[in-house]
């Protein structure tokens, strides 16, 4: 049970007690996969498990407009308005042309709002911003390291384009920055029925299943079936 403790639950239902209690503190964890397999739910779920448990929760959003993220998350029961009126919740919008400046932005708020739980949602317009893919990974290498050293917890996503390739992200170095990599998936389905699948690639110091682990999205979020 100590051990179980000294993890940061991720508050999706069923995945926790299948990588030892949720992600290592001070991670930088990685979720990627194609448009719509639910990536962003994944990372408000994380936030609003990290507020349920007092911990101050960020989220750095570079794609989308953030009262539609709050609105998209009250489907699920989740009040992050509320969590933000409280001072227990901060959402920030960053124009990803001003990623030179990021970095300093990004170290800021999570000072600022004291957060244990980050996300940043997502990496893959840091290319827009850079000249090349030597730049972004120079950028996303000091960005995790930066996350580390600040004590928080954290999420990045990434699109996956070609799911066939072997890249786990859009620009595949993300996967070696982060000490976990979760890809999300659809699977083939039978009969118009589309099934959701998770597929935990790698996490630090965990025993991990190496199938692909089906999943749900239904009202209260994501939950392993
Ligand atoms: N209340 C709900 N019940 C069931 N499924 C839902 C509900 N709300 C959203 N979804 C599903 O969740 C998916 C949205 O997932 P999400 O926005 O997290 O994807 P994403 O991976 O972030 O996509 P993108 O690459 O476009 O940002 C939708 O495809 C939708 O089918
Ligand atoms: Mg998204």
Same mark, same amino acid.
């Given at each position: &049970?100590?051990?179980?403790?000294?993890? %940061?639950? @991720?508050?999706? #239902?069923?995945?926790?007690? *299948?990588?030892?209690?949720? /992600?290592?503190?001070?991670?930088?964890?990685?979720? =990627?996969?194609?448009?719509?397999?639910?990536?962003?739910?994944?990372?408000?779920?994380?936030?609003?498990?990290?507020?349920? !448990?007092?911990?101050?929760?960020? /989220?750095? =959003?570079m794609e989308e407009d953030l009262q539609d993220l709050k609105d998209d998350a009250k489907v699920f029961g989740w009040d992050f308005d509320?969590?933000?009126?409280?001072?227990?919740?901060?959402?920030? +919008? *960053?124009?990803?042309?001003?990623?030179?400046n990021f970095q300093t932005l990004l170290i800021n708020e999570i000072t600022r709002v004291n957060a244990k739980r980050v996300v940043i949602?997502?990496? #893959?317009?840091?290319? &827009?911003?850079?000249?090349?893919?030597?730049?972004? !990974?120079?950028?996303?290498?000091?960005?995790? =390291?930066?996350?580390?050293?600040?004590?928080?917890?954290?999420?990045? @996503?990434?699109?996956?384009? $070609?799911?066939?390739?072997?890249?786990?992200? !859009? /620009?595949?170095?993300?996967? /070696?920055?982060?000490?976990?990599?979760?890809? &999300?998936? +659809?699977?083939? #389905?039978?009969?118009?029925?589309? @099934? !959701?699948? &998770?597929?935990? *690639?790698?996490?630090?110091?965990?025993? %991990?299943?190496?199938?692909?682990?089906?999943?749900?999205? $239904?009202?209260?979020?994501?939950?392993?079936?």
């Amino acid at each position: &049970m100590d051990r179980l403790r000294k993890r %940061i639950p @991720t508050g999706i #239902s069923g995945l926790d007690k *299948i990588i030892s209690g949720g /992600f290592i503190p001070n991670s930088v964890n990685l979720i =990627s996969g194609g448009a719509g397999t639910g990536k962003t739910v994944f990372a408000l779920q994380f936030l609003y498990e990290g507020a349920k !448990r007092g911990e101050k929760v960020l /989220f750095i =959003s570079m794609e989308e407009d953030l009262q539609d993220l709050k609105d998209d998350a009250k489907v699920f029961g989740w009040d992050f308005d509320k969590l933000e009126n409280e001072g227990k919740a901060k959402f920030v +919008y *960053i124009y990803p042309y001003e990623i030179t400046n990021f970095q300093t932005l990004l170290i800021n708020e999570i000072t600022r709002v004291n957060a244990k739980r980050v996300v940043i949602d997502s990496t #893959s317009v840091l290319g &827009m911003a850079l000249d090349n893919e030597f730049e972004v !990974r120079k950028q996303l290498y000091a960005l995790a =390291s930066q996350l580390k050293r600040v004590g928080c917890t954290s999420i990045l @996503t990434s699109e996956i384009i $070609d799911v066939e390739s072997n890249k786990f992200s !859009r /620009f595949g170095v993300e996967e /070696f920055v982060a000490d976990s990599v979760i890809t &999300m998936h +659809y699977l083939k #389905s039978s009969k118009n029925k589309v @099934t !959701r699948a &998770m597929r935990i *690639i790698k996490m630090r110091r965990t025993l %991990i299943p190496h199938d692909p682990i089906k999943i749900k999205i $239904d009202k209260k979020g994501i939950k392993v079936v």
